[in-house]
């Protein structure tokens, strides 16, 4: 079992959808959550990151950590074509090293 | 502020050759991280260096592969005898410290024929 699963997709949805990305994880000692994104032949780009169960919100994308179930989530509201992109979760172990452990990435296609 | 920069952007070489691939950090930031990322797969840690602390190479999948880092700024991590599974994009990240969030560069697109 990976540490960190995450649905590979693809996840085709139209423009103004509520678009919904789920991870889950298992080694509770996970702490940091983090959200990337990442276009065709580009470095991944931080959207979020916290630390804390519940909701973690910035403008149109939301995080959730539901540490109890190990699930985290992120939630992209009226989304756009420039949306579309490789959506990856990333965790923290508490004395890993810092290192992240990342799911393999949701691919996401938004239509016009 | 500039971001993380990797040279080369892409490297095409032969079986057996040694790589150098180099990462500049984001100013500032004294943690630098190493990962790969194979086609079709999540990123995989390979290295990562805080200040002055001996680095942890517990991702590194040989000894084939070592890396670098000169004081807080620039690394380089190197392939030895390149084999045609190292093929993969090598990405750096760099952080303020440990457990701030990771910025990467573009990544290394490394195909060895």
Redesign the interface.
Known sequence: QKEVEQDPGPLSVPEGAIVSLNCTYSNSAFQYFMWYRQYSRKGPELLMYTYSSGNKEDGRFTAQVDKSSKYISLFIRDSQPSDSATYLCAIILTGGGNKLTFGTGTQLKVEL | GAG?SQSPSNKVTEKGKDVELRCDPISGHT?L?W?RQRL??????LI?F?GNSAP?K??LPSDRFSAERTGESVSTLTIQRTQQEDSAVY?C?S?QT??Q???????T?LSIL
């Open positions: 993380v943690a991280y990962y079709g797969q999540g990123l995989e840690f990562y805080q942890d517990s991702g990405l990240a952080s440990g457990n969030p990771q910025h990467f560069g573009d990544g697109r």
